[in-house]
């Protein structure tokens, strides 16, 4: 911390004046080493340069960053998390902070970036914007205001929090919100009421039967290519020629073989059992890779 001498003390800075740990600023580089590894940003209104780390050569003097601010255990101001700021028109991915349905707006957070990110509820898919977000992870498109503040837009959900704190995919919350209001559902074979909790909740949402009106290959077993898997979020989707639509499947349950093939799945041809959730929407179970 030798390159932090020229910062000076706190100055005349009163405790008023003191900006608390966490607070998300933007400045400007106003010297950066990149063989060190450090340099200091100068931010308006603040009484002294806050001195930084960071690898990389895209921090540069005389660029704007954004940047979260710490102090030393000296009471030094320190920038973490410097990252160039984002640019009207990038696609993001990130968490949601909070947000109130009532009041009508949120926050986004995303790794590596100070600045949550502002957006209201029509920037949600109207599927969503009445519902607990907390948690969810989605994906948006980058507006900046007239004053160079970053929000979202064009909000895409990638996974919905569960009551318990995992994730399902956006796809199957839906199922399981349409199957709720239904309040009651008779699994194949009869027996059992709609129950709310565990194992229970799922097997009797999903069901192996034909959505309403009848669908083409509803129902038995099924072979189809893997199109997409992500094996963080644990789900993926198949094509098949005789199911109409993607088939939804989860990585909870499959054989040790695809387990071990993670980020290989896609393009593994695998047969699988067809189901639909409460909504019609065709889910694959018991995969194997086909013969």
Known sequence: MGGMGGMGGMGGMGPGQMLPEGTALSGMVKSFDPIKGYGFIIVQSFPQDVYFKADGDQIVKGCQVTFTLKYSKDGKPQGENVSLPPQAGDTLAGKVKRYNPQKGFGFLMVDGQAQDFYFQKKDMPPEFQDQFLDGAEVQFVVRLTSDGKPQAQDIMVLAMPDQVGEKRSAGEFESLE???????????????????????????SFMQVSPAGGSAGAGGRHTGQVKSYNQMKGFGFIVAPTVQGDVWFRSMGLPEDLQQLGGGLPGIQVSFDLMFAADGKPQGANLQIAA
Do not use: L, T, V, Y
């Open 178 to 204: 349409n199957a709720a209001k239904r309040q009651r559902i008779e699994p194949s074979g009869g027996g059992g009421g709609f129950n709310m909790s565990g194992a229970g909740f799922m097997q009797e």
